[in-house]
């Protein structure tokens, strides 16, 4: 069982997520993160879903998903072919003491401290699943008090031309 990511284009119309979600529902589906919002092509809604399971599990959500109607394009991701990024907002409880070792992983870690007060900072970080998994193993000893995540969008490679 491995995580993997199907990238939808549908037709942006009122519900249209409602459908997406309802399918999934219906069929016994999990959603383990999804984003969306419009692309280029301002008459298109594009949708990145992330979902747990076998090549054949994976297989049987995009032949589902491909049956709506309004449906432009649906595919499963390549790892090999697609950069992959996700966004999330950690809030760590900080004092005086712990302010300067949270600063200098968040430095490590290429992430910025957004919001500071005297009993907390919210840190924001952008990358690979990994990256932010490994800055919040490590804030954890810190406190955490709220995490964010916005689930992983993902784009194709562009093409390697050869002169």
Do not use: W
């Not at 284009?9 to 069929?27: E, H």
């Not at 301002?42 to 990145?48: G, L, S, V």
């Amino acid at each position: 069982m491995k995580k993997c990511q199907i990238l939808m284009m549908m037709r942006d119309k009122p519900g249209i997520m409602s459908k997406v979600t309802g399918l999934f529902s219906k069929r016994g589906f999990n959603i383990d993160g999804i984003t969306c919002g419009v692309c280029e092509d301002k008459e298109y809604f594009r949708i990145t879903i992330t979902v747990i399971g076998n090549k054949e599990y994976v297989e049987q959500v995009r032949k589902q998903v491909a049956k709506l109607i309004d449906v432009k394009k649906v595919e499963i991701l390549d790892d090999e072919k697609v950069v992959k990024r996700e966004l999330a907002l950690i809030k760590v409880k900080s004092d005086s003491k712990t302010r300067i070792e949270i600063t200098n992983i968040v430095d490590i870690y290429r992430a910025k401290i957004i919001d500071l007060s005297h009993e907390a900072l919210i840190i924001e970080i952008t990358g690979d699943s990994n990256k932010v998994e490994g800055l919040i193993g490590v804030m954890d000893k810190f406190g955490i008090l709220e995490v964010t995540r916005t689930g992983i969008s993902a784009m194709h490679r562009t093409e390697i031309i050869k002169l």
